[in-house]
C-alpha cells in the first residue's frame, strides 16, 4: 500500500514563526502535492511539484514555500506564520503524469494553528 | 470558470437511507470526474471516478454517472451504513497533469 506520512499531525506555533512541515512518501511517485482544506472552502492546491528540485505555484501559493531535495520528500514552509494560516494541511502524491489511473494518494493531515 | 460545486452539509441520515449528494462543475470540455472520501481522522482517498460522459463509477455500493448534459456527477447509495459517516469531495480533473479541482465537500453523518 502507498504511504504518505506527514510528520506532525496537531502543530501549534507563534505568529511570525518560521513553519516546516514534512511530507514523506514510500511509492516513488513524481508528483507532489500540498494542500489545506477549510470548512466551506474544500482543498485548495498551495504548491505541486513534478520532479526533484521543480516547483510550480497553485492556487495560493502566497506565504507560503516548498522544498523537493529528494524525490521521496516534499516540505511546506510557512515563512513567517500568521493566523490566517490555521488550517488543516494535506500532503499528496500520485505517479507521472496524473492520469487517470493514477489517484492521489493523501496522508492523514497536519493540524496546525498559530496563535 | 472552472469550478466543483456540491450541495452544502451537513447531511444527516438514518441507517438504510437512500443518499444522493449532489455536484455540479463547470469546464471546458469533458474532464474526469471523481469523488474523494474523507474518513474521521484520515487523508482523503479516492472513492471512484469516471473519465468521459455517460460512464458510471462505483464502489462500495456508491455510484455516480457522468452526465454532459447537466453537467452533473450526484452521488448515490441505496442503503447507507453508520460506517459510511465522512465527508465526501466531489472533484474534476484540472488541465495541468496531475492538478485535481475539489468541491468544498459535503460531511454526512448516518445514525443508527
Known amino acids: 500500500d502507498v504511504k504518505v506520512t506527514q510528520s506532525s499531525r496537531y502543530l501549534v506555533k507563534r505568529t511570525g514563526e518560521k513553519v516546516f512541515l514534512e511530507c514523506v512518501q514510500d511509492?516513488?511517485?513524481?508528483?507532489m502535492f500540498w494542500y489545506r482544506q477549510d470548512p466551506g472552502l474544500g482543498l485548495r492546491l498551495i504548491y505541486f511539484?513534478?520532479?526533484?528540485?521543480?516547483?510550480e505555484k497553485g492556487d495560493i501559493p502566497e506565504g507560503y514555500s516548498v522544498s523537493r531535495e529528494k524525490k521521496e520528500r516534499f516540505s511546506l514552509i510557512l515563512e513567517s506564520a500568521s493566523t490566517n494560516q490555521t488550517s488543516m494541511y494535506l500532503c499528496?502524491?500520485?505517479?507521472?503524469?496524473?492520469?487517470?489511473?493514477?489517484?492521489?494518494?493523501f496522508g492523514n493531515g497536519t493540524r496546525l494553528t498559530v496563535t | 470558470g472552472n469550478s466543483v460545486t456540491q450541495m452544502e452539509g451537513p447531511v444527516t441520515l438514518s441507517e438504510e437511507a437512500f443518499l444522493t449528494i449532489n455536484c455540479t462543475y463547470t469546464?471546458?470540455?469533458?474532464?474526469?470526474l471523481f469523488w474523494y472520501v474523507q474518513y474521521p481522522g484520515e487523508g482523503l482517498q479516492l472513492l471512484l471516478k469516471?473519465?468521459?460522459?455517460?460512464d458510471k463509477g462505483s464502489n462500495k455500493g456508491f455510484e455516480a454517472t457522468y452526465r454532459k448534459e447537466t453537467t452533473s456527477f450526484h452521488l448515490e447509495k441505496g442503503s447507507v451504513q453508520v460506517s459510511d459517516s465522512a465527508v465526501y469531495f466531489c472533484?474534476?480533473?484540472?488541465?495541468?497533469?496531475?492538478?485535481?479541482?475539489f468541491g468544498q465537500g459535503t460531511e454526512l453523518s448516518v445514525k443508527p
Open positions: 499528496a502524491s500520485s505517479f507521472p503524469g496524473g492520469g487517470d489511473d493514477s489517484p492521489l494518494h
Open positions: 511509492m516513488d511517485h513524481e508528483n
Open positions: 511539484s513534478y520532479d526533484v528540485k521543480m516547483k
Open positions: 469546464a471546458t470540455g469533458y474532464p474526469s
Open positions: 469516471a473519465t468521459k460522459a455517460d
Open positions: 472533484v474534476r480533473r484540472g488541465y495541468q497533469g496531475g492538478k485535481l479541482i
